[in-house]
T-cell receptor, first 115, second 109 residues
Framework: ETGVTQTPRHLVMGMTNKKSLKCEQH?????MYWYKQSAKKPLELMFV???????ENNSVPSRFSPECPNSSHLFLHLHTLQPEDSALYLC??????????????FGEGSRLTVL | GQNIDQPTEMTATEGAIVQINCTYQ??????LFWYQQHAGEAPTFLSY??LDGLEEKGRFSSFLSRSKGYSYLLLKELQMKDSASYLC??????????WGAGTKLIIKP
C-alpha cells in the first residue's frame, strides 16, 4: 500500500456509541493531522502529531480523543458524539511537522454520520 | 481575524480557460497552497507559491501577489476530469494553514 489510508470510509453511529477512525501512512513522514471537513466550510484542523507527540489541539471537544502509537498510525476515538459532528474526517501527513512548509498528503477520509 | 475568500462555485466549458481567485487576510505569510479535491476523494497538492509571480505547471498555473493578498489558479484547455473543488490555503506567520472553503468547478461539454 502507498500513501495515506483511512478506515472505515463510511461510519454511521448513534450518539451513545463508541467507535474509532484509523489512519495509516506509508510515506515515512514525521507529522500526522486530523482535519474535519464540513460542506461549504474551510477545513478545520483538529489535532497535530509531530514525531508521535501531540503539538496541536484546536479546542476540540473531549468527545474526540486522538491517539498516535507510532509515526505511521493515527487514531481518532469517538464517543457520545452529537449530530453536528457528522462530517468528513480527513487524515493527512507531511514530511515536516509544525513549522515546515511542506505539502500535505491526505487520505480519502472517513464519512461520519451521527444519528 | 484571519480570512480566505474564494468563490463558492464556478462553471466553465470544456476546452476553455478558467481563473479561480483567492484573496487572503492573514497574520503574516509563509506561502500559499492550492489543492484539488474530486468528489469523494482526498485533496491533492497542486501548487505552492511563496514569491510574487506566476508558476506554471502544465495546464495549471498559479499566481501570487503578496502586496495585494491575492492569488489565482489558472486552468487551461479544460477537461471534464478538472471538475472538482479547488482549495486555497495560506501558511501564516505561525506556520498554521488557514484554509478557504473551496471553489467547486463544474465543467460542461
Amino acid at each position: 500500500e502507498t500513501g495515506v489510508t483511512q478506515t472505515p470510509r463510511h461510519l454511521v453511529m448513534g450518539m451513545t456509541n463508541k467507535k474509532s477512525l484509523k489512519c495509516e501512512q506509508h510515506l515515512g513522514h514525521n507529522a500526522m493531522y486530523w482535519y474535519k471537513q464540513s460542506a461549504k466550510k474551510p477545513l478545520e484542523l483538529m489535532f497535530v502529531y509531530n514525531f508521535k507527540e501531540q503539538t496541536e489541539n484546536n479546542s476540540v471537544p473531549s468527545r474526540f480523543s486522538p491517539e498516535c502509537p507510532n509515526s505511521s498510525h493515527l487514531f481518532l476515538h469517538l464517543h457520545t458524539l452529537q449530530p453536528e459532528d457528522s462530517a468528513l474526517y480527513l487524515c493527512a501527513s507531511s514530511q515536516d511537522g509544525v513549522g515546515g512548509a511542506g505539502e500535505l498528503f491526505f487520505g480519502e477520509g472517513s464519512r461520519l454520520t451521527v444519528l | 481575524g484571519q480570512n480566505i475568500d474564494q468563490p463558492t462555485e464556478m462553471t466553465a466549458t470544456e476546452g476553455a480557460i478558467v481563473q479561480i481567485n483567492c484573496t487572503y487576510q492573514t497574520s503574516g505569510f509563509n506561502g500559499l497552497f492550492w489543492y484539488q479535491q474530486h468528489a469523494g476523494e482526498a485533496p491533492t497538492f497542486l501548487s505552492y507559491n511563496v514569491l510574487d509571480g506566476l508558476e506554471e505547471k502544465g495546464r495549471f498555473s498559479s499566481f501570487l501577489s503578496r502586496s495585494k493578498g491575492y492569488s489565482y489558479l489558472l486552468l487551461k484547455e479544460l477537461q471534464m476530469k478538472d471538475s472538482a473543488s479547488y482549495l486555497c490555503a495560506v501558511l501564516d506567520s505561525n506556520y498554521q494553514l488557514i484554509w478557504g472553503a473551496g471553489t467547486k468547478l463544474i465543467i460542461k461539454p
